[in-house]
């Protein structure tokens, strides 16, 4: 049982270049998040998701978009890569029971580092 | 105000010391709260779910207010490796809306010194 995947683990960006970072999830899970995490940030939301083809945004979605075509998969996209997006992004999923989400699991992070 | 706020510390204890952290949440109906740990430089990892008479493993206690909407996590006898960042986790219902996501706290740094 993978859990929560995420590719790649690392990678470096030239400026304005555009890149995707996958999320892989195989507990059935109907909530996917996406976040970024900076130093003495905290957790920040970019986009969620609460099931198959759909999408919200969160607390910091500007130059991000993403997409949920298949259940168990969640993708972040970055058109236009810029220093500012330099950071650990962390995807997370969750089931819900009733109303009520229960605990989230992570993918192990994206270390992006935009020059 | 934030819809879950921690004392983000840090806190710096010597081994077997007692430590305690609240953490405060926005909205009274939340029926979901959860401790988290993050290791530098990892994935927060789930330590404890939060339940309303209170729930103990170990040395970790979790405590809920629902009245005064905090909750706290008290950890007995700190050891080295205890030594982490704690995220605050409670499920809310975004306005308009029925269905809940998860609100993380920005956690609260703990150094266990020897």
């Known amino acids: 049982n993978a859990g929560v995947t995420q590719t790649p683990k690392f990678r470096v960006l030239k400026t304005g270049q555009s890149m995707t970072l996958l999320c892989a999830q195989d507990?059935?899970?109907?909530?996917m998040y996406w976040y970024r995490q900076d130093p003495g940030m905290g957790l920040r939301l970019i986009h969620y998701s609460v099931g198959e083809g759909t999408t919200a945004k969160g607390e910091v979605p500007d130059g991000y978009n993403v997409s949920r075509l298949k259940k168990q998969n969640f993708l972040l996209g970055l058109e236009s890569a810029a220093p500012s997006q330099t950071s650990v992004y962390f995807c997370?999923?969750?089931?819900?029971?009733?109303?009520?989400?229960?605990?989230?699991?992570f993918g192990q992070g994206t270390r992006l580092t935009v020059v | 105000r934030k819809e879950v706020e921690q004392d983000p510390g840090p806190f710096n204890v010597p081994e077997g010391a007692t430590v305690a952290f609240n953490c405060t949440y926005s909205?009274?109906?939340?029926?979901?709260f959860f401790w988290y740990r993050q290791d530098c430089r990892k994935e927060p990892k789930l330590l404890m779910s939060?339940?309303?008479s209170g729930n103990e493993d170990g040395r970790f206690t979790a405590q809920l207010n629902r009245a005064s909407q905090y909750i706290s996590l008290l950890i007995r006898d700190s050891k080295l490796s205890d030594s982490a960042t704690y995220l605050c986790?409670?499920?809310?219902?975004?306005?308009?809306?029925?269905?809940?996501?998860?609100?993380f706290g920005r956690g609260t740094q703990l150094t266990v010194w020897p």
């Open positions: 507990m059935n899970h109907e909530y």
């Open positions: 997370a999923s969750s089931y819900i029971w009733g109303l009520e989400n229960t605990e989230a699991f």
């Open positions: 939060v339940y309303s």
């Open positions: 986790v409670v499920n809310m219902a975004d306005r308009g809306s029925t269905l809940g996501r998860l609100y």
């Open positions: 909205n009274s109906a939340s029926q979901s």
